[in-house]
Nanobody, 123 residues
């Protein structure tokens, strides 16, 4: 069984930064893409950023471009989301996801999901 464990969420003031981590464990599988999603209260889950596991190319949703950075660390089998200049619109539960199927980085279909970590931005 594949497990994705997120960490790094919390409460931060507007304008501040947080770094989310997602470590993969359990059954070994060939990762092609990993992504970060978020879901705010009353809203649908949305893809925030995604990364090609081998090549490192990345996709960012428009609301987070120039503020968020996705990266991966092979040795730790971990993907990160560095979030800067946070604002109240970024408040949401953030989910990590992984896929073994090579598709466009904008594709929101993923097979494996973490449990989510809360990010709250205070004003």
């Amino acid at each position: 069984q594949v497990q994705l464990i997120e960490s790094g969420g919390g409460l931060v003031q507007a304008g501040g930064s947080l770094r989310l981590s997602c470590a993969a464990s359990g059954r070994t599988f060939t990762k092609k893409r990993m992504g970060w999603f978020r879901q705010a209260p009353g809203k649908e889950r949305e893809l925030v950023a995604a990364i090609n596991w081998s090549g490192g190319s990345a996709y960012y949703a428009d609301p987070v471009k120039e503020r968020f950075t996705i990266s991966r660390e092979y040795a730790k089998d971990t993907v990160y989301l560095q979030m800067n200049s946070l604002n109240s619109e970024d408040t949401a539960v953030y989910y990590c996801a992984a896929s073994s199927i090579p598709r466009s980085l904008e594709n929101p279909e993923y097979a494996y999901w973490g449990q989510g970590t809360q990010v709250t931005v205070s004003t």
